[in-house]
């Protein structure tokens, strides 16, 4: 590689790093720490819109040349501040329920740079989503046949394929494999050939989403091959969609997937497909995580340090209810004392402040922690707020986003009214 390029990927490293330490305090582009609880109160999930734009950037860079549509996940992240950001670069929206269609729609996105990937959904939801005007991508045999019985050739579709690979990091996350309930199986393509051709379907698109955690550029070279060999059966095909899963780095050390080999491999074979069959077609990747991920971070203070003869446990103003991964996937989140970047390392346990086991992390190295320091939880843009809830009455945090060097609020902190909204109280 050129000394030149190694010198612009270490310099983007540096720019990517969401929080960076300045003279002994934590920044976010320039904002400490200390100052955002201090403002915003906590806990508080805060966004760097650095980070977001230069994975975009990243994905852009890696498949340059390439016929691109990136369509960002929003069910990892759905403040609509962000995803006006997101927009605001040239990203489409992929979504996968009605609600996250209008959620779209009212972001700014025009309806035909909206990707709907319902599953498991009523047939009134896909009719609901092209009145709205979106692009609909099909995930079972019965939904196709009733959507070529009701729109025939009028309204394009894309379906998903389910190829049976298993991938990713986590069952829960894979939904590619052969027990899984996403996609049309591989094995019933004669059934999809029978029906687009019996209502003369305007089949445009074919989308493979394996799930998250994809390690190995293998793996959607092995995708490429099969999106490749169904698209040849069908006359319309103007796109392939990889879906996502790109897996991004947790931990300090973590291998993530290598997008520029990704971008470098797969590229070259997607543009030797397109001379194969004499079109050019679109690429499309769903990214979400890989967009937002690293972006945020969970900012809590530290209610008490609680010594046992077993542990020191941390135990902060937040939970299970604020953050789920841990708990839910077994997710690794770095764990680190804003307040005391100097301080002498021990060992903790991280806990919240919830009424059953919610454990951030066990038996973690960190600078020493006083009652009142400030925990940041990295990685948390992802799928943390979007998957909070009120569990044990608790308020859901705050969001804050910095842009250009300035922190705004993009969605308050919930109060009793908002936990008591939609209840109804009867007479007894
Ligand atoms: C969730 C989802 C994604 C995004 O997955 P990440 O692992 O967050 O990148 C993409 N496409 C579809 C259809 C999804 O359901």
Not at 61 to 79: C, D, E, R, S, V
Not at 106 to 115: C, F, H, M, T, V
Not at 136 to 150: Q, S, V, W
Not at 322 to 343: E, Q, T
Request: net charge neutral; proline share 2%.
């Amino acid at each position: 590689m050129h000394i030149f390029k190694y010198i612009t990927l270490y310099l983007r490293e540096i720019k990517q790093n969401t929080m960076n330490i300045e003279n002994n305090q934590f920044k976010i582009q320039g904002v400490s720490v200390e100052e955002l609880v201090e403002n915003y109160g906590s806990p508080v999930y805060v966004y760097n819109t650095d980070t977001i734009a230069s994975q975009i950037d990243r994905l852009k860079q890696a498949f340059k040349g390439q016929n691109l549509k990136l369509k960002y996940a929003i069910k990892a992240l759905t403040n609509l501040s962000i995803l006006k950001f997101i927009k605001s670069q040239g990203v489409g929206a992929d979504v996968v329920s009605i609600q996250e269609v209008d959620m779209a729609l009212l972001a700014g996105w025009k309806a035909e740079e909206i990707l709907y990937t319902p599953n498991c959904v009523a047939f009134d939801e896909v009719k609901a989503g092209v009145d709205k005007g979106v692009f609909i991508n099909i995930d079972n045999l019965y939904i196709l046949e009733e959507f070529g019985k009701e729109y025939g050739n009028e309204v394009p579709c894309c379906i998903r394929i389910n190829p049976h690979i298993m991938a990713g990091g986590n069952t829960k996350i894979s939904t590619g494999h052969v027990g899984s309930k996403f996609g049309i199986s591989i094995h019933q393509l004669n059934e999809v050939v029978e029906v687009v051709n019996q209502y003369n379907i305007d089949l445009q698109g074919l989308h493979i989403h394996t799930g998250s955690d994809i390690l190995d550029a293998e793996v959607f070279l092995k995708m490429a091959d099969i999106l490749f060999n169904t698209a040849e059966k069908f006359k319309n095909i103007k796109f392939l969609d990889f879906g996502s899963g790109f897996k991004v780095g947790y931990k300090q050390d973590d291998i993530t997937t290598n997008i520029e080999e990704l971008g470098e491999r797969l590229g070259e074979a997607f543009t030797k497909f397109c001379k194969k069959i004499g079109k050019e077609l679109e690429l499309w990747f769903e990214p979400g995580k890989f967009l937002v991920s690293d972006s945020g971070t969970m900012l809590a203070k530290t209610n008490v340090v609680k010594t046992t003869p077993a542990k020191v446990f941390v135990g902060v103003d937040s939970g299970l209810n604020h953050l789920i991964r841990p708990m839910m996937y077994n997710a690794f989140h770095a764990i680190i004392n804003a307040s005391n970047p100097a301080g002498k390392e021990r060992v903790y346990t991280i806990v919240g402040n919830i009424c059953e086991t919610d454990t951030f992390g066990e038996d973690r190295l960190m600078h020493e922690v006083r009652q009142g320091d400030i925990i940041a939880f990295k990685n948390a843009g992802a799928y943390g707020f979007s998957m909070a809830s009120n569990y044990n009455s608790r308020f859901r945090p705050c969001e804050v986003m910095v842009h250009k060097g300035k922190a705004h609020l993009i969605r308050k902190r919930e109060v009793f009214e908002d936990l008591i909204k939609n209840q109804v109280v009867i007479d007894l």
